[in-house]
């Protein structure tokens, strides 16, 4: 039986040992020869990685040793979001955002300029409950409103399936029916390998010290920022330049086609 076109492409994918991947250098980056870069592109399929973070599931992206995939949580917001993008951009760095529905539906044109600009826009519900606590039924309910919002925001209209079939559970917080049914979706849920603490207040250098502490010791991974949040979108230029001096490579997340 012939295998499907996603599967095929993630096949491939996988054939190849991300180590080996990630050494093909990244493409050149206007006005910015020493720039970090995007070193490769992983594409992401339910079939084979339906729940991805070893802070919340068995396994996690196949990804190699001083490999990150920067994500950002709760936006957009004004101010801090454009900050964060501001210092994606200057070192052609491809992130993934799980937006909010509401502040989607508020700031659109931040939502656009995250997609516009190459990065991955996914989802994060609509309001940011706790999806556990509620009714399975109302929980899907309010997560397909927020992926609604979202591809609203991005497209002018709410398509039957999101555009970007990848999800993060408010708080990390899941069930396992609610799992099987964003599974069953083909819908991947993204926890996070390590994260940046950003929801406590501190001061942009004390964020970075732990950040990359904690790179230190799991050895890369998928990382949680939010870009709601002004210490972030201020620690964020220095830690591109210290994962660069360092040797880390960044991986930017896609949905299989």
Excluded at 196 to 225: C, H, K, Q, Y
Aim: glycine share 8%; net charge positive; with cysteine.
């Amino acid at each position: 039986m012939p295998m499907r076109p996603s599967v095929v492409v993630l096949a491939l994918a996988l054939a190849i040992p991300p180590a080996a991947a990630a050494q093909s250098a990244p493409a050149p980056c206007p006005g910015n020869a020493d720039a970090l870069g995007t070193a490769r592109v992983l594409a992401v399929d339910v079939t084979t990685t339906p729940r991805v973070g070893r802070k919340h599931f068995p396994t996690t992206l196949p990804l190699a040793r001083k490999e990150v995939v920067l994500t950002f949580d709760d936006g957009p917001e004004p101010g801090p979001t454009g900050r964060v993008l501001d210092a994606l951009r200057h070192e052609c760095v491809k992130a993934t955002f799980f937006l909010l529905g509401r502040s989607a539906r508020a700031h659109p044109e931040l939502a656009r300029r995250e997609l516009a600009e190459g990065h991955t826009v996914a989802h994060h519900s609509f309001a940011h409950p706790l999806l556990d606590r509620l009714p399975i039924g109302a929980a899907e309910a309010e997560i397909d409103r927020g992926m609604a919002a979202v591809d609203t925001a991005l497209y002018g209209d709410a398509r039957h399936a999101p555009a970007t079939p990848f999800f993060r559970f408010p708080g990390f917080v899941a069930s396992p029916a609610l799992l099987a049914r964003l599974e069953r979706r083909g819908i991947v849920v993204f926890g996070a390998d390590l994260w940046a603490s950003d929801w406590n207040p501190m001061t942009a250098d004390r964020e970075l010290r732990l950040v990359l502490d904690r790179l230190e010791l799991t050895g890369g991974g998928i990382v949680l920022f939010h870009d709601t949040k002004a210490q972030t979108a201020a620690m964020l230029p220095s830690l591109l330049r210290v994962l660069k001096r360092r040797g880390y490579r960044i991986v930017h997340t896609v949905p299989a086609p």
